[in-house]
């Protein structure tokens, strides 16, 4: 009997442990977490001990829940907070260590997105729905590729995990397209990268004369009264690169939507252009 409660004692720790590390979050945090969780079950009883009475169950069940979505948020946000402030090229090795943590930013992503009251991905699948079906998209940054799923035409999808036949996992700077080969090249809130103007310049590689370029970001990246760009620069810049701006629509809350054609003739200022730097999008806790 002594020597039971002596194996759990030793056993309990280690897991706690474990699944710190797991979750990569703060393990000071995880712990108090966790301890919480033993003194509201009157410390045996977790959801991997044997089974608890029902009442306890049900309020155990319920405040795991509670712990995981707190853990997985956090674990969102760090990740989200990488994808911000490194290269593509950097993401792409990061994703291809860890493919697991797509999924988790994903997830967490999805939960963000579902609080907007509108999400940006649909005005564009609108948008595309009213041009013809012939028209070849490109999206870069497509994440599970609602837009290719919702629309007639031929799409090209990329990012940088696949979890899907039709996803090409690529970092969207060198996207296998031929040169003017497309006809709407769609950017839905995924200028994460510190190089994002290497993905504009992608954008204009592969688009074909007059194609279009659809840039939808979220709108306190644009805010210049709390570090964010001016958007003004931020589209001189685009047409710098050779692109004439269509329209521009701020009118939703949480994203802005911007809509370039590709000039017919090739831009001389290629090289010196001025981006203005594009400040991380970090969710707030929920
Ligand atoms: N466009 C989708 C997903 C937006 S989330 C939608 O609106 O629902 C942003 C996506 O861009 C993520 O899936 C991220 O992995 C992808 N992304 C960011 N940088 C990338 C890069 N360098 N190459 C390819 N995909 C990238």
């Known amino acids: 009997m002594e020597e039971e409660r002596s194996n759990r004692k030793r056993k309990r720790p280690r897991r706690r442990k474990n699944r710190a590390e797991n979750s990569s979050v703060n393990p000071k945090h995880t712990e108090n977490q966790h301890q919480k969780v033993f003194n509201k079950t009157d410390g045996s009883e977790c959801e991997d001990s044997a089974a608890p009475p029902a009442a306890n169950r049900r309020v155990s069940s319920s405040f795991l829940d509670k712990m995981r979505a707190k853990l997985s948020g956090g674990h969102f946000r760090m990740i989200n907070e990488k994808l911000y402030t490194c290269t593509g090229s950097e993401a792409l ?37 009213d041009c013809s079906p012939s028209l070849l998209v490109a999206d870069f940054g497509c994440g599970d590729a609602r837009l290719a799923r919702n629309v007639k035409n031929k799409v090209f999808s990329f990012d940088l995990v696949s979890n899907d036949p039709s996803v090409i996992a690529c970092d969207m700077s060198n996207t296998p397209l031929d040169t003017s080969s497309i006809d709407v090249a769609v950017f839905c809130l995924s200028l994460m990268g510190t190089n994002f103007a290497s993905y504009l310049r992608e954008a204009h590689r592969v688009l074909k004369k007059s194609g279009w370029l659809l840039i939808a970001e979220v709108k306190s990246r644009f805010d210049p009264n709390n570090g964010g760009a001016d958007p003004d620069k931020f589209s001189k810049a685009i047409c710098e690169l050779g692109f004439t701006s269509i329209s521009k629509d701020f009118s939703n809350k949480m994203f802005i939507l911007l809509y370039f054609k590709k000039k017919e003739k090739q831009n001389s200022k290629k090289g010196e252009i001025e981006w203005p730097e594009l400040k991380p999008c970090l969710y707030k806790r929920r």
């Open 93 to 129: 090795d990061y994703f291809k260590e860890d493919p697991a943590l797509f999924n988790v930013y994903h997830t967490g992503y999805q939960e963000q997105m579902s609080h907007w009251p509108e999400q940006p991905v649909n005005i564009i699948i609108k948008w595309l729905k």
